[in-house]
């Protein structure tokens, strides 16, 4: 009876309910499917919290000496021309907004950036921990309603008259602390419903949710901005903080919560639970049946410590690669709206809703490096030599956009998805298919309770870099944006070569691999240092 309530208790209300409505469980593969949307939908509402400050940089520190009338373009009012005139300029925020309409609110807007990055990347070590602690669906509920609460409040500054500069700072912390809860957490729940068979694929489609976050929030952003820039917050706030009831509702983070074994646990394969023995799993694994000594197996797994993690082969590389990575990617994330915004681009200036609009392509080009670099990566089973090489190509594609984007928009439009298929595609690869690879390591004999510590120790040192990106830009750009791109291809060069010994391990596996077959050898394991590869067969 103990153990038939500890199972309830554990079971997600909205999973129970259609139990009860169906009389019976879904399938495996149903439930991998709901695993994925719902971690789809909760990060994509992450990301569009965080798109907020982009989107309004220029409406609290504008720049009055734009013009005039233009021919919208390509599709009608999508992309229009500034707004902000006449009459309805107060309206819209043309005038800025104290404190950062002074000579200083560049460097304010990059610090009010880098306090969300910064509190962000130091919660993320905390927060891995207590993912691997805690029942993640209520660990990453609380995170996500939280961060709707304090973004929510940042754009109430502008309903209460608030022009003093420290009230965003503390909401920007505080916010970065809660928003630390998500990757964790999601990459985990990913890790604990699928093996690593085409790990790469499913995770460079799934991790399309950071990018059409990143659109949907700017969408939602500049769609209400005429209104007033508070709303701007209020409404990705609203959005993250209903994501999270969705998140309590639905979200499974084990497979033993509801009754099925677990695909990286010591009993099974490393592979995913087999398709032939699906039903079966379906039939004995209920709640009523072999549900519950499954259940006892997972929460009795310990979850291993920071220095254990950073032990791990590969994860102190990749995470000072995501580190430059992310410096790259974020400085885009937080700074491309208002570039494009400051940027003559075909003898024409564009508003601040049009900036943010064309920014979203950026990211349409970034959901394309996610799965390309996945699928690759797959394919050639290197997950080193794929990222490294989409950072080197990143560095031309950057200077290309610098150099050409400003002839028109149809050239700054594909100049700049290129640029994000290069930078998103090993940024969304390392903190994905990389991280889940790791937590899961052989050296950890199938503890997958380190799959959050193990994210959040890559992701934290990116999050670093990615706090400290958006700050050197704030000052950099006051000197000319060739400083800031000068900036932005030595992070991408730096990503690139710190992986350039997991590249060579890579390389002569394949090299030995080859010399083996042609002798008709076959080898019963990898080499030890691999840190992926042994871990895929």
């Known amino acids: ?14 999973i129970w309910l259609i139990r009860k409505i169906r009389g019976k469980d879904c399938s495996l593969k149903t439930h991998r499917y709901m695993v994925l949307l719902v971690t789809f939908i909760a990060y994509t509402s992450y990301h569009a919290s965080r798109k907020p400050s982009s989107i309004v940089k220029s409406a609290l520190d504008p720049e009055p000496n734009k013009t005039t009338n233009v021919y919208p373009w390509p599709i009608g009012s999508v992309f229009v021309k500034d707004e902000f005139l006449g009459e309805n300029k107060d309206k819209f925020g043309y005038k800025g907004w104290e404190p950062f309409n002074g000579k200083d609110g560049t460097e304010k807007l990059g610090l009010i950036d880098v306090a969300f990055l910064a509190c962000y990347s130091l919660g993320m070590f ?4 207590l993912g691997d602690t805690l ?20 754009g109430m500054g502008y309903f209460w008259n608030i022009h003093v500069f420290g009230f965003y ?14 990757w964790p957490s999601v990459v985990a729940v990913i890790g604990n419903w699928f093996g690593k068979r085409k790990r790469g694929l499913i995770m460079g489609i799934w991790n399309a949710h950071t990018s059409v976050g990143n659109i949907t929030g700017s969408l939602i952003a500049a769609s209400v901005l005429e209104y007033g820039w508070g709303w701007s917050f209020i409404a990705p706030g609203t959005f993250i903080a209903i994501s999270g009831i969705l998140v309590f509702l639905f979200l499974a983070a084990y497979p033993e919560d509801i009754g099925f074994p677990c695909p990286n646990g010591p009993a099974t394969r490393a592979e995913a639970v087999p398709c032939d023995v699906e039903a079966q799993t379906q039939n004995e694994g209920t709640v009523e049946g072999k549900s519950a000594p499954i259940r006892d197996r997972s929460g009795a ?10 032990l791990i082969p590969g994860v102190i590389p990749f995470s000072f690669c995501l580190f430059f990575s992310k410096l790259v990617a974020y400085t885009f994330l937080y700074w491309l709206p ?51 090489s989409f950072m080197y190509a990143a560095i031309p594609s950057m200077l290309l956009y610098r150099l050409y984007g400003n002839l028109s928009r149809t050239v700054n439009i594909v100049l700049m998805m290129i640029a994000g298929l290069f930078i998103n595609g090993p940024y969304a690869l390392i903190t994905t298919a990389v991280s889940a690879d790791l937590g899961t390591h052989s050296s950890l004999r ?16 990116g999050s670093i870099g990615a706090a400290l990106g958006p700050l050197l830009t704030g000052f950099l750009s006051t000197k000319g944006w060739d400083t800031v791109f000068v900036m932005l291809m030595l992070g991408a060069l730096i990503a690139g070569l710190l992986l ?11 090299t030995c691999k080859s010399m083996r077959s042609s002798s008709g050898q076959q080898s019963s394991e990898a080499p030890p240092s691999q840190p992926l590869l042994s871990d895929q067969r």
């Open 169 to 182: 700072l503390v909401m920007q912390m505080v916010a970065g602390l809660f928003q630390a809860t998500g």
């Open 126 to 129: 905390g927060a891995g921990h």
């Open 500 to 510: 350039s010994r997991q590249v060579v391990v890579e390389i002569n596996e394949k």
């Open 338 to 388: 208002f570039y494009l915004s400051q940027t003559e681009i075909g003898g024409e200036y564009m508003s601040v809703k049009s900036a943010g609009n064309l920014s979203t392509l950026f990211d349409v080009g970034g959901i394309v490096g996610g799965i390309l670099a996945g699928h690759i990566s797959d394919k050639l089973r290197a997950r080193a030599i794929t990222a490294a």
């Open 135 to 154: 029942d993640l669906r209520l660990f990453l509920t609380s995170g996500m309603i939280g961060s709707g609460i304090f973004v929510g409040l940042f």
């Open 301 to 310: 797994r310990r979850s291993v410590g920071l220095l254990e993690a950073c």
């Open 446 to 461: 199938g503890d997958s309770r380190a799959l959050a510590t193990v994210t959040a120790i890559i992701d934290g040192t």
């Open 1 to 14: 009876m103990a153990n038939n309530l500890d199972a309830m208790r554990k079971i997600p209300p909205g």
